[in-house]
């Protein structure tokens, strides 16, 4: 079983959708959630960062953990074209000496049609 | 240059040839990554270097050589590859490896063994 599962896609929406994009992960030492964005031919970019349970709010981004059900999720209104690309969740534990690694899911494919 | 550079961008290598990526970041980070993405498979880390000590090898074959000589160079020597080594190679910087350090990432080398 994979530490980190998500849907690989692809998603293809209309401009102005509401996107919904979900990881479920089994380690419930995972303290640092991550969404990262990554254009085609391009490294991955941080896009948000949330530390434990809750919700995180950027402009048209939202993310959110739940720890008890090991689910996190980002949501993005009003989609643009220009949110198309690949977007991957990444957790991480906490403390320094529990190691550096961060723990990707595969990334889901988005395309966002004009 | 700001944010991590990578070169070369792409890299065609024979199995028999020997050719080394660069990384380099412009941050003042402490700690540097290398990590492999794979087509359909979650972003792999390789080594993780602090202070220019390597801290993590995530029991990568020996034909993968890392090189840290200084907190703002990483180097990724490769010699005798297999063609399932071809992949993005990724690397990536923050300023420590506690978890709430971001990970910021380079454009990535497009590696491709024949």
């Known amino acids: 079983q994979k530490e980190v599962e998500q849907d690989p896609g692809p998603l293809s929406v209309p401009e102005g959708a509401i996107v919904s994009l979900n990881c479920t992960y089994s380690n419930s030492a995972f303290q640092y959630f991550m969404w990262y964005r990554q254009y085609s031919r391009k490294g991955p970019e941080l896009l948000m960062y949330?530390?434990?349970?809750g919700n995180k709010e950027d402009g048209r981004f939202t993310a959110q953990v739940d720890k008890s059900s090991k689910y996190i999720s980002l949501f993005i209104r009003d989609s643009q074209p220009s949110d198309s690309a690949t977007y991957l969740c990444?957790?991480?534990?906490?403390?320094?000496?529990?190691?550096?690694?961060?723990?990707f899911g595969e990334g889901t494919q988005l395309t966002v049609n004009p | 240059e700001t944010g991590v550079t990578q070169t070369p961008r792409h890299l065609v290598m024979g199995m028999t040839n020997k050719k080394s990526l660069k990384c380099e970041q412009h941050?003042?980070?402490?700690?540097m990554y290398w990590y492999k993405q794979s087509a359909k498979k979650p972003l792999e880390l390789m080594f993780v270097?602090?202070?220019?000590?390597?801290?993590e090898n995530n029991s990568v074959p020996s034909r993968f050589s890392p090189e840290c000589p200084n907190s703002s160079h990483l180097f990724l020597h490769l010699h005798t590859l297999q063609p399932e080594d071809s992949a993005l190679y990724l690397c990536a910087s923050s300023r420590g490896l506690a978890g709430g350090n971001t990970q910021y990432f380079g454009p990535g080398t497009r590696l491709t063994v024949l």
């Open positions: 270097y602090n202070f220019k000590e390597q801290t």
């Open positions: 990444a957790m991480r534990f906490g403390s320094e000496t529990s190691g550096s690694r961060l723990t």
């Open positions: 949330t530390y434990s349970s």
């Open positions: 941050l003042g980070h402490n700690a």
